[in-house]
């Protein structure tokens, strides 16, 4: 059962789900001056809902020591932020506007079982960075 899908068009009527173009973090590579420059694979469009940050939220990445502006996102599909193991940094997400906000945390995620053609959903927060 997906619930997300269920409760999208009441939430969507007081908050739409707009296009968020997303670039997924491929790890990085090596400039010829030695400095690291971050990759991203191509662009693809996953719809969001932008909503502030709850209470528990903040309480959640307060510990993060992040500055900037931040938001909380819902897509529809799977992005994640600093993944270690993988040596990649966070997935960026583009806003209709134009802003580019990086992904700082996964606050929560749902993937849908083996076998469903429905996508997962995944909220996480986000700091604006500078175009």
Known sequence: ???????????????????????????NTVAADFTRVPSYAAPVILQGQIQ??????????EGLNLNGTRKAIYLTGKVDALVREENKGGDLITFPDGT????????????????????????????QQIN
């Open 100 to 127: 580019i906000w990086l992904v700082a945390i996964v606050l929560e995620g749902w993937l849908q079982h083996t076998g469903s053609n429905e996508p997962g959903w995944v909220k996480v927060a986000v700091t």
């Open 52 to 61: 502030s940050l709850t209470f528990r939220d903040i309480t959640q990445i």
């Open 1 to 27: 059962m997906n619930l997300q899908q269920i409760t999208g068009a009441y939430v969507s009527a007081v908050n739409p789900m707009v296009p968020c173009s997303v670039q997924v973090s491929t790890g």
